[in-house]
């Protein structure tokens, strides 16, 4: 079973500056990593897919990069509505309970 | 536009049976496999089932354990989750998540309903 590790769990930056949220996962993924984008009492909202594949309507500020067991979502100029929680999942294989991170709240200081 | 409507939620009792539904619409659904993923109060996020797109092929998260069962209708573009015996460790807001692809298997989730809130207390 594959064990997804998020890190920081929590992140303040300033407006404008960069976030780096980091994602391990257990062993290899072959690609096969999701970002999603959660504000307080909606839904998520996927961000990336395929490691580093922008979702429609996302904006070029949002990246994802990464290899193997190690990835990295980056957020540039960071705006007050970038203020949530960030969860990396896996889509290589089952089971589906245990397919997301825990999660990294980024706050806009 | 792509459109996830969950329905059915509320406040049970411990040990009593609920059924959630997610009508679908802006899209073939035919075309998509869907999931359930559910979300505790401040808690991450959780897979729960996924339905294939002709509702052949269904599989359960390990802790389900045969108390959930999930279903779709495509004559009217709905998935069902049925849940029996609940527990207090069911509470959480459910959603259902649009797979890209046809079968039921991992995947990742372009399009989520705005989740029904399941409370489950005596």
């Known amino acids: 079973e594959i064990v997804l590790t998020q890190s920081p769990a929590t992140l303040s930056v300033s407006p404008g500056d960069r976030a780096t949220l980091s994602c391990r996962a257990s062993q290899s993924l072959s690609g096969k990593l999701a970002w999603y984008q959660q504000t307080p009492g909606q839904a998520p909202r996927l961000l990336i897919y395929?490691?580093?594949i922008r979702a429609t309507g996302i904006p070029a500020r949002f990246s994802g990069s990464g290899s193997g067991t190690e990835f990295t979502l980056t957020i540039t100029s960071l705006q007050s509505e970038d203020s949530a929680v960030y969860y990396c999942q896996q889509y290589k294989s089952w089971p589906p309970g245990r397919a997301f991170g825990q999660g990294t709240k980024v706050e806009i200081k | 536009q792509v459109q996830l409507v969950a329905s059915g939620g509320g406040v049970v009792q411990p040990g009593t049976s609920l059924r959630l539904s997610c009508v679908a619409s802006g899209f073939t659904f035919t075309d998509h496999a869907i999931h359930w993923v559910r979300q505790a109060p401040g808690k991450g996020l959780e897979g729960v089932a996924i339905?294939?797109?002709?509702?052949?092929?269904?599989y359960y998260a390990d802790f389900v354990r045969g108390r959930f069962t999930a279903s779709r209708d495509n004559s009217k573009n709905t998935v069902y989750l049925q849940i029996k015996s609940l527990r207090d460790e069911d509470t959480a807001v459910y959603y259902c998540?649009?797979?890209?692809?046809?079968?039921?298997?991992?995947?990742?989730?372009?399009?989520w309903g705005q989740g029904t809130l399941v409370t489950v207390s005596s």
């Open positions: 998540a649009r797979s890209p692809y046809a079968i039921a298997s991992a995947a990742y989730f372009d399009n």
């Open positions: 339905v294939s797109y002709d509702g052949n092929n269904i």
């Open positions: 395929g490691t580093s």
